[in-house]
């Protein structure tokens, strides 16, 4: 693949998307010299279109003067086998798509016609990362607020089992200050 020649195919106008694409994928498979063979399946699958609609891009492309094709034969006297090698020549201005026969007829949108613009503040995210945005009624956690203490209920509840309440929230307090833990509900988090 020469990233050089795939800058340069992106930025050469064909007349034609498919043809266009065509160029791409042939530059993608190219080394450093433009030399490349892709058979023409390869090409109309990573196109998506026919194996004749490859040929007549390459063709045509061939025509505007930015690649050549070179047919070579099989092993065994002609037989097996055969592929073209195909040579990308990119640094040369293409012959105007008119010149080329059925060219522009099969161009959906005319080649300097303008896309739409959206309508002011939209905006496209091309991200594949997923957008958190703030639920405003869910309650965050936070760090322990300043002068929290044990409620009634805690009171009760270390009653009823018998244990220090105060020793035990001072542990609870120690444990959490030290490991900066957060809570939405820091009276439920020492029931525990």
């Known amino acids: 693949m020469s990233m050089n020649l795939m800058a340069k195919a992106m930025s050469i106008k064909v007349g034609n998307p498919l043809r266009k694409l065509v160029l791409i994928k042939l530059a993608d498979n190219a080394n450093d010299n433009g030399e490349c063979w892709p058979s023409y399946q390869h090409i109309a699958d990573h196109c998506e279109c026919s194996k004749s609609a490859v040929k007549d891009h390459i063709s045509a492309l061939i025509?505007?003067?930015?690649?050549?094709?070179?047919?070579?034969?099989?092993?065994?006297?002609?037989?097996?086998?055969?592929?073209?090698?195909?040579?990308?020549?990119?640094?040369?201005?293409?012959?105007?798509?008119?010149?080329?026969?059925?060219?522009?007829?099969?161009?959906?949108?005319?080649?300097?016609?303008?896309?739409?613009?959206?309508?002011?503040?939209?905006?496209?995210?091309?991200?594949?990362?997923?957008v958190k945005e703030p639920l405003d009624g869910k309650k965050k956690s936070s760090s322990m607020p300043e002068g929290f203490?044990?409620?009634?209920?805690?009171?009760?509840?270390?009653?009823?089992?018998?244990?220090?309440?105060?020793?035990?929230?001072?542990?609870?307090?120690?444990?959490?200050?030290?490991?900066?833990?957060?809570f939405i509900d820091w009276n439920r988090a020492l029931n525990t």
Do not use: C, W
Not at 149 to 164: F, L, R
């Open 63 to 130: 025509k505007l003067g930015l690649m050549s094709k070179e047919n070579r034969v099989g092993n065994n006297n002609g037989k097996g086998n055969t592929s073209n090698v195909y040579r990308l020549n990119l640094t040369k201005t293409p012959v105007p798509p008119e010149s080329i026969d059925g060219s522009t007829e099969s161009t959906p949108v005319p080649p300097e016609s303008t896309p739409p613009v959206p309508p002011a503040g939209t905006r496209t995210s091309n991200s594949f990362e997923p």
């Open 149 to 182: 203490s044990p409620a009634p209920s805690h009171h009760k509840m270390a009653e009823e089992y018998g244990i220090s309440l105060q020793e035990e929230f001072d542990k609870f307090i120690d444990h959490h200050l030290s490991k900066g833990s957060k």
